[in-house]
């Protein structure tokens, strides 16, 4: 069993930053693929980003790339979610998941993840 916590949420002006940690219960080396979803009222979660479990490879969503950053530091068992030149569209509840099944297949979709934390909230004031 994997727990998942997140951190690092709150509220932020539009072009500013935050930086998400994800912290997991057992050494994140053996959890493979980390990965960070959002979700808003009403809406399906979405995929952010992920990374594989020595970090070697990333896959960003197009709304987030070239803006966001994930990382992850295996020796702290935590993973990382640098988010810049925010926007309001970015306003949601940030999620934390884990694949252990895999090592290096970095899934968008989140039926594939079967860890998850219980989320922290961004809004992005305009």
């Known amino acids: 069993q994997v727990q998942l916590a997140e951190s690092g949420g709150g509220l932020v002006q539009t072009g500013g930053s935050l930086r998400l940690s994800c912290t997991a219960s057992?050494?994140?080396?053996?959890?493979?693929?980390l990965a960070w979803f959002r979700q808003v009222p009403g809406k399906e979660r979405e995929f952010v980003a992920a990374?594989?479990?020595?970090?070697?490879?990333?896959r960003y969503a197009d709304s987030v790339r070239g803006r966001f950053a994930i990382s992850r530091d295996n020796a702290k068992n935590t993973a990382y979610l640098q988010m810049n030149s925010l926007k309001p569209e970015d306003t949601a509840a940030y999620y934390c998941?884990?694949?252990?099944?895999?090592?290096?297949?970095?899934?968008?979709?989140?039926?594939?993840?079967?860890?998850w934390g219980q989320g922290t909230q961004v809004t992005v004031s305009s």
């Open positions: 998941a884990a694949n252990l099944r895999y090592t290096t297949v970095l899934f968008t979709s989140a039926p594939n993840y079967e860890y």
């Open positions: 057992v050494r994140t080396a053996s959890s493979t693929i």
């Open positions: 990374i594989s479990w020595q970090g070697e490879s990333a």
